[in-house]
């Protein structure tokens, strides 16, 4: 089984991950999104992976929206992915456009009213 090919927008962190990457001398610079989530510009173009892997982010969403069980996910990386590392996905994309009280955030909202 391999991983969907169909790939998922998160504005708000999308955002964030571009607008906080650049250092002083216009470097593209590492951002750890959580205890298992990284953005390298040296790793997969920057696209948010698994620390110490080249497993997308979007690949596990894509898998999760399939609805496929979190066990299967785990062994279709080995193991690499663990159910924390999930739980984190889904809480970084729960927040890349749902504000604290549910709301949609930043440019979902702006695309929302459209």
Same mark, same amino acid.
């Given at each position: 089984?391999?991983?969907?090919?169909?790939?998922?927008?998160?504005?708000? &962190?999308?955002?964030? +991950?571009?607008? $906080?990457?650049?250092?002083?001398? @216009? *470097?593209?610079?590492?951002?750890? &999104?959580?205890?298992? +989530?990284?953005? $390298?510009?040296?790793?997969?173009? @920057? *696209?948010?992976?698994?620390?110490?892997?080249?497993?997308?982010?979007?690949?596990?969403?894509?898998?999760?929206?399939?609805?496929e069980s979190w066990d299967a996910i785990?062994?279709?990386?080995d193991g690499r992915v663990s159910s924390?590392?999930?739980?984190?996905?889904?809480?970084?994309?729960?927040?890349?456009?749902?504000?604290?009280?549910?709301?949609?955030?930043?440019?979902?909202?702006e695309l929302a009213a459209r």
């Amino acid at each position: 089984m391999g991983p969907s090919r169909r790939r998922l927008q998160f504005h708000t &962190l999308a955002g964030k +991950i571009e607008s $906080d990457r650049m250092k002083t001398n @216009g *470097k593209a610079e590492r951002i750890d &999104l959580g205890k298992f +989530i990284v953005a $390298d510009p040296k790793i997969c173009h @920057g *696209k948010p992976t698994y620390k110490g892997t080249r497993i997308m982010v979007w690949q596990v969403l894509a898998m999760l929206e399939r609805g496929e069980s979190w066990d299967a996910i785990r062994r279709a990386w080995d193991g690499r992915v663990s159910s924390e590392a999930i739980a984190e996905t889904i809480h970084l994309a729960r927040n890349s456009f749902l504000d604290a009280q549910g709301r949609l955030a930043g440019k979902s909202a702006e695309l929302a009213a459209r």
